[in-house]
Structure formats: structure tokens, C-alpha cells
């Protein structure tokens, strides 16, 4: 269910680059959220670092909202640069079997299949 690589890359050059890789692959960046520094904020102890990204590919995003609204629910796609232990990861939960548990059409699975593919990618070259 999950996507999850080891980087040697530093937390924050991991994120970086993982951003850029969002770009180069046709997907924007809607947003980035700081879940560490966040926490960190609210007088939370929290030792780790995480960046969630919010990114959306709008022609696919189009498609399965018109095939299904509800789905709005599922989206944008979310990647995390994390740390744990002292170690930069790059992970996400994977699109197809996540709309595969919400959705049994077989044209929003494919949609799916399409995504994570992409994504995959995406960290693959962040990493």
C-alpha cells in the first residue's frame, strides 16, 4: 500500500529535489506542508522533520472527477520527505489501490495505474 525509499540525501535537499521532480514530470505543487516545523510550533516535542507535498496533474485530476466527484475526497496526490531514525525518506500511499478500495471502475483504476507510475518517478528521482 505504501511507497517508500530511502534517500543519502539530506532532508532538505531531498525536498528540493523531489520538487523539481514534480515539475519535470507534469504535475504542479499546490502545496507544501511542514508537518514538523507545524508541530514544532504548537509546543508539540517532535524530533523528526516531514514535508507533505500536494500535487495534482489537472488533466487526470479531471478525469476522475468527472467519473466520480466523491473522489474529490482522495485528492490532490500527497508525497512525503521525511525523516526517521536519522534517515531521509521519500514515501507515499499508492494511488491504484487506494481508488481501486473506493472505486471499481476500470477507467479510474487505469487513471490510477497512470498516477502512480508518474509518482513512483517522481520519487525515484528525488531519491
Known sequence: ?????????????????LEAAVKRNEFGVLHIHDLGNTLRGKGIAFAENCKVF?????????????????????????????????????????????????????TLVKVAQEVEARTRKMIDEAR
Open 1 to 17: 500500500m505504501y511507497y517508500i525509499v530511502e534517500s543519502s540525501k539530506s532532508f532538505e535537499q531531498a525536498a528540493t529535489d
Open 54 to 106: 500536494e500535487i495534482c496533474n489537472p488533466g487526470q485530476a479531471g478525469k476522475v472527477l468527472s467519473t466520480d466527484i466523491r473522489l474529490n475526497m482522495a485528492l490532490p496526490c500527497r508525497i512525503s520527505v521525511y525523516t526517521e531514525h536519522g534517515k531521509t525518506r521519500i514515501g507515499m500511499i499508492k494511488p491504484a489501490p487506494m481508488l481501486a478500495a473506493l472505486s471499481q471502475n476500470p
